[in-house]
């Protein structure tokens, strides 16, 4: 499985942008997508999370009611609404089989390459 993610750049505070997250080799349906991301000097933390099979979702409160996540056949998608200078991070995108805001790092086999998100104030 690869992860190839796609769709960081520089915004305004206010503005909007989606991340895309392809994934290379079909999940299995007990799989989750997560988005995680690291601040510059922060611990990368959990952003967001789909089940695969049953698209469901779960948000960290800094982002509850502003990002989306969801799927297509083979793409992860965030949809990152309302940003704040807060927001500003590399996102990534990774596969494992926890379906919690709790999940780690040591919970996912497989990570993407991260994508900068710059949103500036």
């Known amino acids: 499985v690869q992860l190839q993610v796609s769709g960081g750049g520089l915004v305004q505070a206010g503005g909007s942008l989606r991340l895309s997250c392809v994934v290379s080799g079909r999940p299995f349906s007990s799989h989750v997508v997560s988005w995680f991301r690291q601040a510059p000097g922060k611990e990368r933390e959990f952003v967001a999370t789909?089940?695969?099979?049953?698209?469901t979702a779960i948000y960290a409160d800094a982002v509850k009611g502003r990002f989306t996540i969801s799927r297509d056949s083979a793409t992860v998608y965030l949809q990152m609404n309302s940003l704040k200078a807060e927001d500003t991070a590399l996102y990534y995108c990774?596969?494992?089989?926890?379906?919690?805001?709790?999940?780690?790092?040591?919970?996912?086999?497989?990570w993407g390459q991260g994508t900068l998100v710059t949103v500036s104030s």
């Open positions: 789909i089940r695969w099979g049953a698209r």
């Open positions: 990774t596969r494992g089989l926890r379906f919690s805001s709790n999940s780690r790092d040591r919970d996912y086999d497989t």
